[in-house]
T-cell receptor, first 109, second 114 residues
Framework: GDQVEQSPSALSLHEGTSSALRCNFT?????VQWFRQNSRGSLINLFYLASGTKENGRLKSAFDSKELYSTLHIRDAQLEDSGTYFCAAEAPNYNVLYFGSGTKLTVEP | EAAVTQSPRSKVAVTGGKVTLSCHQT?????MYWYRQDTGHGLRLIHYSYVADSTEKGDIPDGYKASRPSQENFSLILELASLSQTAVYFC?????????????FGSGTRLTVL
């Protein structure tokens, strides 16, 4: 939606390389979640952040609530990382997550 | 393992017809959600529920009804399906509804309205 601007819309990486996805928020955001949607359509939760950074294997996410942005870093990309990545921002009103439009990541040999 | 199952996996409906999408969760979660995803876009919240026999409007509720007959089941109802409702629909559940809670998603239902 308009509350979340996600970039890039598509990204192609070679195996072993690294890159970052970004979401900018146009309004106060209390927290952010990152999801990966696989080719079968299933959504998998990667991270929840209310502040700071979190790391899980080759993935690392950061959230800056003052500067209104979040990033997802992918290190040493593997073929299985391919999919569409979504960030979702917690709206000021309770129980609503605003999703970005997604980044379609393709990892090539 | 937490599980959210949706049915059907895909459906073709005619304009003006009634469509019911079903969702069942075995997570013992209080909160359940219905989202729609349009090609090239993120998910948008249609309806959600935090207790049986009660539903709340989300971001885009117009044209949709929801029903939560039990903690485990949450349905999305399109009384008069329209072309603009062609999309993929995702059901999700969470424990407390807090943003700190992980959302568990079903596999989605692809709805095509002709």
């Amino acid at each position: 939606g308009d509350q979340v601007e996600q970039s890039p819309s598509a990204l192609s990486l070679h195996e072993g390389t690294s890159s970052a996805l970004r979401c900018n928020f146009t309004t106060t955001t209390r927290s952010v979640q990152w999801f990966r949607q696989n080719s079968r359509g299933s959504l998998i939760n990667l991270f929840y952040l209310a502040s700071g950074t979190k790391e899980n294997g080759r993935l690392k996410s950061a959230f800056d609530s003052k500067e209104l942005y979040s990033t997802l870093h992918i290190r040493d990309a593997q073929l299985e990382d391919s999919g569409t990545y979504f960030c979702a921002a917690e709206a000021p009103n309770y129980n609503v997550l605003y999703f970005g439009s997604g980044t379609k990541l393709t990892v090539e040999p | 393992e937490a599980a959210v199952t949706q049915s059907p996996r895909s459906k073709v409906a005619v304009t003006g017809g009634k469509v019911t999408l079903s969702c069942h969760q075995t997570n013992n979660h209080d909160y359940m959600y219905w989202y729609r995803q349009d090609t090239g876009h993120g998910l948008r919240l249609i309806h959600y529920s935090y207790v049986a026999d009660s539903t709340e409007k989300g971001d885009i509720p117009d044209g949709y009804k929801a029903s939560r007959p039990s903690q485990e089941n949450f349905s999305l109802i399109l009384e008069l399906a329209s072309l603009s409702q062609t999309a993929v629909y995702f059901c999700a559940s969470s424990d407390t509804g807090s943003s700190a809670e992980t959302l568990y998603f079903g596999s989605g239902t692809r709805l095509t309205v002709l």
